[in-house]
């Protein structure tokens, strides 16, 4: 059965569909954005919402607003305190709400699962969410890490979920698989043996204190020597000295100069003063606390570059068992000597590694180049990937990855089938991943939460002046014993997500393994134009998958880094914006090909898109003419943490645009003059409705040029009084002008009364 109109291009309920996004965009405790990172993942409540009523036909008569509220219900919260409908993320595989829509899908589709491809499908939202409503469902990407992700949440969870093994055999202090009844239970007991393993060999390195108190982390300042001939002090370079700001309790750590030494102290509230919290470097500058001399952050580069610079461990972090909330306390002679036995013993361990692996435990593959899209690192110094960990971080990481390589060899001979064991230990790899990102030299420590925050909170690689070192057996924040608790219940989302998995494959979106008019849907997330540089960044997880898993996934793993040459994102160039804008738009149009070949003649494809620039707009809606698409309904979600709508006194709505489109079969022409007043009045209808939501002016815009873009996808070609034809940026520029006088009239009208 065909759907020659679907609900999602006849309405939706983005605003309240917008409020749950907004939520979930805070939710941590079973979300699967836990099980690893990834940049820039849609929200699952919203994919779910906008594959639904993508699937089924848009209803004849008045129950248009039934629909709606089924996926969304506005502001009203059920007895649990939640918002009852489709959108809702933590809908149960079971829920009502799941079940009725599966019915309808399949009854829409003549009692056939319909076909879903994802070919760019990275975190893996839309296929996860087509899993639940019970499509057969296809993701590929070219990412391998991107692809591990996927077979984590949309392959072996399906597989094994339920699994029953019935091997008996308990080898070498492997953990009793006699009991084991699914594969949440066996990547519990797995990790639990990883740990301890880890915990056996490093737990000497963190101390705790004579009290019992553990340390949480430790925080460090890098530091440079005062260029003043009669002073020559080691400035300890922090961005701020707050240790924390979190309700009434304050503490900080005072920067105390002694002469020619630079010494400190912790205070709490009732010592501070107005100088209190301030750092010694901003932007790269740096001014000496003993002598006032500033130094500029050109020099501050050359002495990271030319290796002089160096590092403070400046406090400790702790939790103790039996007390609640964090205490400070300054860093001692212990800590600095137990850290120097942890350098030497990373020494002799990356030795011995790199004999019996073949190569160096440490990741000594390259950083991107100086001047890549989101890395400011390199000018500092650091030129490897392991560069960006401490000594005690190295030998950290160096034996969970040793204990995860070992974990495989274990399971073989506890009994389990290749296969399973090889699913099994690629969690393993992917939890090893989670301790990289928390202990590295970019992880920071936030006051206002006291808690670790790990390197990617940005999508990318800045400098970070002061870093927090996690201790990975505290059980508290940062540690792999507190995030094990959340990817249990991450992976226990995607193991009731479906019975049957997803096909995950690696392949490059311009050239899909699949024949022509395969698919009923197609619905992707594609790069942000030059929003996010996702192959440099993954690059950080990949060169450590390579060597706890990449001996079992070598299809994955055997290149140097992760592959770049056909990624579709607009790296700044020496040629210019122009070039840069042809690049991304050339990449996207083959990509689309493929996908309008892959796509049956009544099938619709979904395209995700969010950017501030016209440049990038001009991009992908060229490209999706040119492959031979027309934007049938566009509806404007919001993406956005909760936490910024409130900074910013925002209802809902935000900056990711829902393109449905269709492959284009329209013959007729437009005149440009008919179809600027036909934008001016489309425009104008959407910018009232989000205006009393109380949308932003970069929402209003991204939105508008969704509505201006199914005007467009009316005609074949539209005709220019002076000649040519498709003028995509005259378009824009005329969203961007009736945005701005259409706000201008609104706020005007409000403010006289009118």
Not at 197 to 222: M, N, T
Not at 558 to 569: F, N, Q
Not at 648 to 662: D, F
Not at 689 to 699: C, K, V
Request: proline share 6%.
């Amino acid at each position: 059965m065909s759907i020659s109109r679907s609900l999602l291009e006849t309405t939706f309920p983005f605003e309240a569909v917008s409020e749950l996004s907004a939520r979930e965009k805070n939710a941590r405790y079973g979300h699967v954005s836990t099980l690893h990172v990834w940049w820039a993942r849609r929200p699952l409540g919203v994919s779910r919402a906008v594959l639904f009523a993508a699937l089924i036909p848009a209803p004849a008569g008045d129950t248009t607003g039934d629909l709606c509220s089924f996926i969304a219900r506005s502001g009203r919260r059920d007895d649990a305190g939640t918002y009852p409908g489709l959108a809702e993320w933590r809908v149960s595989a079971t829920d009502s709400h799941i079940e009725k829509a599966k019915d309808d899908i399949l009854r829409a589709h003549g009692a056939r699962r319909p076909r879903v491809l994802d070919p760019l499908a990275g975190g893996g939202s839309f296929p996860l969410e087509a899993l639940r409503l019970g499509c057969d469902t296809y993701a590929s990407d070219l990412n391998p890490v991107a692809v591990l992700m996927e077979k984590a949440t949309l392959e072996y969870p399906q597989k094994y979920g339920s699994r029953i093994l019935a091997s008996s055999a308990v080898m070498g202090g492997s953990p009793d698989v006699r009991a084991t009844d699914s594969l949440l239970d066996d990547v519990r007991r797995w990790t639990e043996w990883m740990i301890a393993g880890a915990q056996k060999e490093l737990g000497r390195f963190y101390p705790e204190d004579p009290d019992g108190s553990i340390p949480v982390g430790y925080l460090w300042a890098r530091t440079v020597r005062c260029p003043n001939p009669s002073c020559r002090a080691e400035i300890p370079l922090l961005r701020q000295t707050w240790l924390a700001r979190k309700g009434p309790k304050l503490v900080a750590l005072r920067i105390i100069p002694l002469g020619r030494q630079v010494n400190a102290e912790i205070i709490e509230a009732k010592d501070l003063s107005p100088e209190d919290g301030r750092g010694t470097v901003s932007k790269a500058n740096v001014v000496c606390p003993c002598c006032g001399t500033r130094i500029p952050g050109n020099r501050v580069r050359m002495e990271f570059q030319d290796g002089m610079a160096g590092q403070r461990l400046m406090a400790v972090i702790l939790h103790h068992p039996d007390r609640v909330g964090k205490r400070y306390r300054l860093a001692d002679e212990r800590d600095v000597r137990v850290f120097g036995e942890a350098e030497r013993e990373a020494k002799e361990k990356r030795r011995l590694l790199r004999e019996r692996w073949g190569i160096d435990p440490v990741p000594d593959e390259l950083l991107p180049p100086v001047g890549t899209l989101g890395f400011r690192v390199q000018r500092y110094g650091m030129r490897t990937w392991g560069d960006l960990f401490n000594s005690r971080q190295k030998l950290a990481l160096v034996t969970f990855a040793e204990k995860a390589r070992a974990a495989y060899g274990e399971m073989l001979s506890a009994g389990l089938d290749a296969s399973y064991a090889t699913a099994l230990a690629t969690y393993l790899g992917l939890e090893v991943d989670m301790v990289a990102a928390f202990s590295n030299m970019l992880a920071r420590w936030e006051n206002t939460s006291e808690a670790i925050k790990h390197l990617f909170s940005r999508h990318a690689v800045p400098m970070v002046w002061d870093y927090v070192e996690a201790n990975p057996f505290s059980g508290s924040s940062g540690s792999v014993k507190s995030g094990a608790r959340y990817y249990y219940e991450a992976l226990r989302y995607c193991c009731e997500s479906s019975p049957v998995p997803a096909s995950v494959s690696q392949a490059s979106c311009s050239s899909l393994p699949y024949p022509d008019g395969f698919f009923d849907l197609v619905a992707t997330d594609p790069p942000y134009y030059d929003n996010v540089p996702y192959s440099h960044l993954s690059d950080f997880f990949y060169v450590w998958l390579k060597r706890t898993v990449g001996n079992l996934h070598p299809e994955l793993f055997e290149a140097y880094l992760s592959p770049k040459s056909e990624e579709i994102v607009a790296y700044p160039s020496a040629l210019g914006r122009a070039d840069d804008r042809r690049s991304f738009q050339s990449r996207m149009e083959l990509a689309l090909r493929e996908m309008c070949r892959v796509l049956k003649a009544d099938g619709q494809v979904i395209v995700v898109f969010a950017h501030k620039g016209l440049d990038a707009w001009e991009a992908i809606i060229a490209a999706l003419a040119a492959a031979g698409f027309r934007v049938t309904a566009s509806w404007p979600v919001q993406t956005e943490m909760k936490s910024r709508l409130r900074a910013r006194k925002s209802a809902v709505l935000g900056s990711s645009v829902y393109m449905v489109c269709r492959k284009a079969t329209v013959e007729r022409t437009g005149f440009w003059p008919d179809v600027a007043t036909s934008i001016r009045h489309r425009v104008r209808e959407r910018i009232d409705r989000l205006l009393d939501r109380g949308a932003s002016d970069d929402d209003l815009l991204i939105a508008s040029i969704g509505v201006a873009a199914e005007e467009f996808g009316r005609y074949k070609r539209i005709a220019m009084p002076t000649g040519g034809e498709r003028p995509i940026r005259q378009m824009l520029t005329l969203v961007s002008e009736s945005v701005a006088e259409h706000t201008s009239r609104r706020g005007q009208s409000g403010l006289t009364g009118q």
